[in-house]
């Protein structure tokens, strides 16, 4: 009957009806329990605090607030724990004693519980950590996108928790920006197909019913947040509707057909408006046009922020009034007492007319709607012990597998693979700390405890003082460090490292950056710092042989340390087992397969993409071309070449015919390679700028040793639109230029 009533579209009719437990008559909410509806809090708003208001350790729930929170207020939704990790027991407990509130209330919807899982359920002791988004990415490898949300989703639910506010699907489109590496990459093509992927596994295949070992999935952050000027987090981004349309949008449409059922808004500005009002884009786009039938959340605080912050709202009220009446749902309030006036002024501003009961009833069908997908409704919440799966060895091989197919080789003189004879010395402040290979959202928010270090999980140093043993030398040089929430770094016994050098023949030097998101995040320059460029100085001032291995979150700039390096790993941020599959790709027991999800940049002040008009690339002389990266969009070497062949491409298209396209890629080593095919199009003319090329169409492949593998794609008109001057998606026929692999080409289409 409950469904019937949804699916009948009869769940609202003036006031909004649920079942009581055990499939009885419904009960009609007051407003009261629909703004509560609509109000998240954090945890920490209802946890056992001290006489100064410090939270208590070990966590434990104050009843009374949360009876206030949740009986009082009808709070709809809790979210996080941001500076600490639990073990699943204290999950259990924290879980069991809010869900014991559900039949406390009268309308007996439960709460919805949420949390940043961006890479594992990385606020559960034991849980299985992933490379973060921007090295998913860098596997060029959808299957595995999927298998990371499908085992991130079983863990999450193991901890009794039912959403999960990732993927994020901003372009990576200002390497400035302290989230990038929680992004996809920076191209809309890749972004999409990866991202959608992750929604399935999150979801699981019916996200009308999402059952017990998957979770919701949170689009993240709708629309243009990576893209500020400055690259310092929510500041103003500036987007025209072409890009917004042809960049921006496409990464979420594409989750929202893959059945994603949450978002989350975008907390800064774009052309002056804040995210968080921005009606056309929320109500319009997202709800009307694509039919969204989930709910969108704030981001943290950020009703508020409308009066503090942007100044768009003379006060509270009126900010709350906004932001919900353009169409978000709920509000991540998240703190208290805020929730209370929050909830407060909601009710007012709905008594006055402000907030029309449509609106409301609205947002709180959408909601119970996700509650009730998510399984919510039917109170039986498995017990955590039945997920036996949870850290399991096919969870961690599965983790490693996502970083020995992400981790991206650069350059290679010939020194790799690795096969040392004689004693090499290992340095670097990202050398032995499990933190640099995580990155944030690792057990805090920040990532910078390392006291949560899995245990049982390597360093760097460590795995190759397991392999080649006491060849292995270690002098970390350099150390990282935060001042005013500023990344610092500083020379840890650089005597020490100078005499290591005058041992040994080879150095492999891991560079990079500390963990660090959003604000905290934020830096003044793209350039690595000056100490580390000076490790790998001084080791090229002895004639060493070096290996520079990134370990960084977003690509910093290395020019003056590239060209005498004998080889470049870059290895993102690769979790976990990162360690392990970075030493096995670089000893060559495996082969390298990861190609660069964006453009790395050669120069601070030239920062361009790989889709860039014909005009960037205006000079062929040298350094005068704009577009002059170090390395280009989609690179990446392998042990081994493959040589692509034989490509066959309509010529004329007609009418609405596809175009096919194959190409014949054969590997001329003696090792396997899994090789991604890449086609790129771009338009030869067009009504405005064109891009010079597109990523169209990408599939990773396995070529046996001295085997040929015919990869083909299909093309429609639809892959091939643009938005006009006016706003409107068009296609425009005439010649298309293609480059697949090392083979370029054209096809005119009539
Ligand atoms: C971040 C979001 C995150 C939220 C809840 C915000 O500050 O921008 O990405 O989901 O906090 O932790």
Request: charged content about 20%.
């Amino acid at each position: 009957m409950k469904k019937a009533l949804l699916i009948g579209g009869l769940f609202f009719l003036g006031a909004c009806s649920v079942l009581k437990e055990g499939g009885q008559p419904p009960v009609t909410l007051s407003d009261e329990e629909k703004v509560g509806q609509t109000c998240q809090i954090t945890l920490d708003a209802v946890l056992c605090t001290d006489s100064q208001g410090r939270t208590l350790v070990p966590l434990k729930i104050d009843t009374n607030k949360l009876t206030e929170a949740l009986v009082k207020y009808h709070v709809g939704s809790i979210l996080n724990v941001s500076w600490h990790t639990l073990s699943l027991s204290q999950w259990n407990e924290i879980h069991e004693t809010i869900r014991s509130y559900y039949t406390k209330g009268r309308i007996k919807i439960p709460v919805l519980y949420g949390i940043d899982a961006i890479h594992g359920v990385n606020y559960t002791r034991g849980a299985t950590l992933f490379p973060q988004e921007i090295g998913l990415a860098a596997t060029w490898n959808p299957s595995l996108a999927e298998e990371f949300g499908r085992i991130t989703a079983y863990e999450t639910r193991a901890s009794g928790i039912p959403w999960n506010f990732s993927p994020v699907l901003d372009l990576g489109r200002n390497p400035l920006w302290s989230r990038t590496f929680e992004t996809l990459g920076e191209d809309p093509y890749l972004v999409s197909t990866m991202g959608a992927s992750i929604v399935r596994g999150y979801q699981g295949k019916k996200s009308s019913q999402i059952d017990s070992l998957h979770v919701l999935s949170c689009m993240k952050h709708f629309v243009g947040y990576s893209a500020s000027s400055s690259g310092r987090d929510r500041t103003p981004a500036w987007i025209p509707d072409k890009y917004m349309k042809e960049l921006y949008l496409p990464s979420f449409l594409e989750a929202v057909r893959a059945g994603a059922l949450t978002v989350m808004i975008n907390s800064g500005t774009v052309n002056g408006i804040p995210g968080h009002i921005n009606k056309t884009l929320i109500q319009k786009t997202l709800k009307d046009e694509w039919k969204f039938r989930g709910f969108a959340v704030s981001d943290w605080e950020d009703f508020n922020m409308l009066h503090t912050v942007h100044r768009v709202a003379p006060d509270l009220k009126t900010a709350y009034e906004i932001a919900f009446n353009a169409g978000v749902d709920m509000s991540m309030v998240p703190l208290s007492p805020d929730y209370k006036t929050y909830c407060e002024h909601m009710l007012a501003s709905v008594k006055e007319g402000k907030i029309s009961s449509e609106r409301l009833n609205d947002a709180v069908t959408r909601i119970y709607r996700t509650k009730d997908a998510v399984g919510l409704m039917n109170l039986h919440q498995p017990s955590m012990a039945s997920y036996t799966a949870f850290g399991s060895k096919e969870h961690k091989a599965a983790s490693k597998q996502a970083a020995l197919e992400s981790i991206t080789l650069l350059k290679n003189n010939g020194i790799l693979p690795f096969n040392p004879t004689g004693k090499f010395l290992v340095a670097g402040p990202c050398s032995n700390n499990l933190i640099y290979l995580n990155g944030a959202w690792t057990h805090t928010w920040q990532g910078m405890d390392t006291s949560f270090n899995t245990p049982g999980c390597k360093t760097i140093v460590q795995v190759l003082q397991e392999k080649y043993g006491s060849n292995c030398l270690f002098s970390k040089g350099v150390e990282l460090f935060k001042d005013k929430e500023i990344e610092q770094s500083r020379f840890v016994s650089l005597d020490d490292y100078i005499q290591k050098l005058n041992e040994v023949e080879y150095v492999i030097l891991c560079l990079g950056e500390g963990p660090s998101t959003e604000k905290p995040g934020d830096i003044a320059s793209l350039n690595l710092d000056s100490k580390q460029v000076e490790l790998a100085k001084l080791a090229y001032s002895k004639n060493k042989k070096v290996i520079l291995v990134l370990v960084e979150g977003r690509p910093r700039i290395i020019h003056e340390i590239v060209g005498r390096a004998e080889a470049i790993v870059q290895c993102y941020l690769p979790g976990d087992y990162g360690a392990e599959a970075f030493v096995e790709l670089l000893s060559g027991e495996k082969n390298f397969s990861g190609k660069l999800p964006y453009t790395y940049p050669k120069y601070d002040g030239v920062i361009e993409f790989y889709d860039r008009p014909r005009s960037v690339d205006r000079s062929n002389v040298g350094d005068f071309n704009a577009f002059n990266p170090e390395w280009p969009f989609g690179f990446g070497l392998h042990y081994g070449e493959v040589k692509y062949e034989h490509v066959k491409s309509n010529e004329q298209i007609k009418g609405n015919a596809p175009w096919e396209i194959s190409v014949d890629v054969t590997n001329e080593s003696n090792r396997e390679i899994d090789e991604v095919v890449q086609l790129y199009v771009g338009k030869e003319f067009g009504s405005m700028v064109p891009a010079g090329e597109q990523l169209k169409r990408f599939q990773k492949i396995k070529v046996p040793a001295g085997k040929t593998v015919e990869v083909r794609f299909v093309l429609t008109k639809d892959d091939l639109m643009v938005v006009d001057e006016t706003g409107t998606w068009v296609f425009e026929p005439g010649k298309f230029n293609y480059r697949i692999g090392t083979r370029r080409g054209s096809v005119v289409f009539q």
